[in-house]
């Protein structure tokens, strides 16, 4: 378990009860690619599971969430003290298969519903404990908002099926990743982070180009600040909302780059656009990871 992070300066662009809605949202349109799906399918960005485990993993999750809010832990919540955490439970067809695809969406939409009613109930200020800095409900709000999201782009790979986020929502989720990955524990926890030494000094630029600041600045969410330049030191790595020339540009629609940080989408894609050294950002795809 890494050392936690530093009290982030802010808990996130949008407000709790923005992240509780938009928590169910996601969550409700994760269960409709899933539903008509085949549960056996290969998920192609998480190789080692099929669609059924990669919902298994997020309702899980919310529900390892929802007791760490409903119990106002201070310390991590073992899996197995969770009720419910691994599936819908013993319940199997006659012939042994595994619980039905009803069944299944019924335990993961339980799970999303327990833990926005947990988060709304807590309040985003009240004290919990997270592997963040962070020690507050609102942070469980902003990070399963971002695990939906992200697992929704990958069921919606396995299925077929077309993926789209709230431009706000997915601007956020970049700020969220940037903050995460660049932070001093992930620099000391992550060995691999160390290979982007030898290009200390070297920027990379994210530019959603499907964004834009409205008149006179402002404006709801990280939406309003869709560009973001990463350091990269000799010691660690640190990024702010800057429009400045790089190393390498990653441009495109903000759906998309988010999708190319998150390894959910090639860099190759002719969606996106690549300008300047393309070595130093396969690099840091190679060895920056996070979900």
């Known amino acids: 378990m890494p050392t936690p992070l530093p009290q982030p300066e802010r808990p996130g662009s949008l407000d709790h009860a923005r992240y509780c809605?938009?928590?169910?949202?996601?969550?409700?349109?994760?269960h409709a690619v899933v539903r008509d799906a085949d549960l056996g399918a290969p998920v192609p960005t998480c190789p080692e599971w099929t669609l059924r485990e990669l919902t298994v993993h997020l309702g899980g999750a919310y529900r390892w969430m929802a007791e760490i809010v409903r119990t106002r832990a201070?310390?991590?919540?073992?899996?197995?003290?969770?009720?419910?955490?691994?599936?819908?439970?013993?319940?199997?067809?006659?012939d042994g298969r595994a619980p039905s695809a009803e069944a299944?969406?019924?335990?993961?939409?339980?799970?999303?519903?327990?833990l926005v009613e947990q988060l709304l109930a807590a309040g985003p200020d009240e004290?919990?404990?997270?592997?963040?800095?962070?020690?507050?409900?609102?942070?469980?709000?902003?990070?399963?908002?971002?695990?939906?999201?992200?697992h929704r782009a990958d069921a919606c790979l396995a299925a077929g099926a077309?993926?789209?986020?709230?431009?706000?929502?997915?601007?956020?989720?970049?700020?969220?990743?940037?903050?995460?990955?660049t932070s001093p524990v992930m620099w000391q926890?992550?060995?691999?982070?160390?290979?982007?030494?030898?290009?200390?000094?070297?920027?990379?630029?994210?530019?959603?180009?499907?964004?834009?600041?409205?008149?006179?600045?402002?404006?709801?969410?990280?939406?309003?600040?869709?560009?973001?330049?990463?350091?990269v030191g000799a010691d660690g790595l640190a990024f702010r909302h800057a429009h400045e020339k790089a190393t390498v540009a990653l441009r495109g629609?903000?759906?998309?780059?988010?999708?190319?940080?998150?390894?959910r989408l090639p860099r190759d894609s002719d969606r996106v656009q690549v300008l300047g050294e393309a070595g130093l950002l396969d690099l840091w795809l190679e060895v920056v990871s996070f979900g």
């Open 21 to 30: 809605a938009e928590l169910t949202e996601q969550a409700r349109q994760f």
């Open 74 to 94: 201070s310390a991590n919540v073992p899996d197995e003290d969770v009720p419910a955490f691994a599936g819908p439970g013993p319940e199997t067809t006659p």
């Open 104 to 114: 299944l969406g019924d335990w993961f939409s339980e799970g999303a519903l327990l």
């Open 127 to 150: 004290p919990v404990w997270s592997w963040s800095g962070d020690g507050r409900a609102g942070f469980w709000a902003r990070r399963a908002t971002h695990e939906t999201v992200i």
């Open 162 to 181: 077309e993926f789209t986020v709230d431009q706000v929502v997915a601007a956020d989720c970049l700020d969220e990743w940037l903050e995460i990955a």
């Open 189 to 231: 926890y992550n060995p691999n982070l160390h290979k982007l030494t030898p290009r200390a000094g070297s920027t990379l630029h994210l530019h959603a180009t499907d964004v834009r600041a409205p008149e006179g600045g402002g404006g709801e969410g990280a939406a309003s600040s869709a560009e973001w330049l990463i350091d």
């Open 253 to 263: 629609p903000v759906a998309d780059v988010l999708c190319v940080l998150y390894r």
